[in-house]
Antibody
Framework: QVQLQESGLGLVKPSQTLSLTCTVSGDSISSGGFFWNWVRQHPGKGLEWVGYMYYRGNSYYNPSLQSRVTISVDSSKNQFSLTLRSVTVADTAVYFC????????????WGQGTLVTVSS | SYLLTQPPSVSVAPGQTASIICGGD??????VHWYQQKPGQAPILVVYDDTVRPSGIPERFSGSNSESTATLTIARVVAGDEADYYCQVWDSTTDHPVFGAGTKVTVL
């Protein structure tokens, strides 16, 4: 059974860079047929897709964040990472990583989520 | 970008049936997935590909999809079903997942 776990700093200053890592266990991130996602949730709000990547493939980002976001993979550690640059208070949210199935796009396994607060 | 519409809230008495709708342009031609999220927890996939229940999800949860509306139905509702429910599809035009705004189910 695949498990995902987010890690990273919970407090980031405005204009700085948010960096989170998702560690995957129980499955290889390099196995085909899956895509690896970041989803965020502002306090009291709904789910917002941030972006995803295929192993050895392209990355896709929410158009509203595209200029500031990068998702990358470290297959040796079975991890993928989120980098969000030039953050503002509007980026304060719980960030989830999730595994998605290519094709019809369901997200079947999620990390527990990690709260990132942007504040000076 | 593709839009999904959900009612903000649904209230249901214990033992009754809750129906949560998700609207979208020609949504019947897409595969719809449903997630349950309780406060402070990660979403859990409860139905995928319109009607399929993942292992471990009670049979009380079922899904349907036709034309412009997809529906998640929870039969014999219990207090533990109180949660936010999100529908999701794949937008093949932009190649990314799209979520509905979520429906809060309250058990009276």
């Amino acid at each position: 059974q695949v498990q995902l776990q987010e890690s990273g700093l919970g407090l980031v200053k405005p204009s700085q860079t948010l960096s989170l890592t998702c560690t995957v266990s129980g499955d290889s991130i390099s196995s085909g047929g899956f895509f690896w996602n970041w989803v965020r949730q502002h306090p009291g709000k709904g789910l917002e897709w941030v972006g995803y990547m295929y192993y050895r493939g392209n990355s896709y980002y929410n158009p509203s964040l595209q200029s500031r976001v990068t998702i990358s993979v470290d297959s040796s550690k079975n991890q993928f990472s989120l980098t969000l640059r030039s953050v503002t208070v509007a980026d304060t949210a719980v960030y989830f990583c999730a595994r998605g199935w290519a094709g019809r796009g369901r997200l079947d396994s999620w990390g527990q989520g990690t709260l990132v607060t942007v504040s000076s | 970008s593709y839009l999904l519409t959900q009612p903000p809230s649904v209230s249901v008495a214990p033992g009754q049936t809750a129906s949560i709708i998700c609207g979208g342009d020609n949504i019947g031609s897409k595969s719809v997935h449903w997630y349950q999220q309780k406060p402070g927890q990660a979403p859990i996939l409860v139905v995928y590909d319109d009607t399929v229940r993942p292992s471990g999800i009670p049979e009380r949860f079922s899904g349907s999809n036709s034309e412009s509306t997809a529906t998640l139905t929870i039969a014999r509702v219990v207090a533990g079903d109180e949660a936010d429910y999100y529908c999701q599809v794949w937008d093949s035009t932009t190649d990314h997942p799209v979520f509905g705004a979520g429906t809060k189910v309250t058990v009276l």
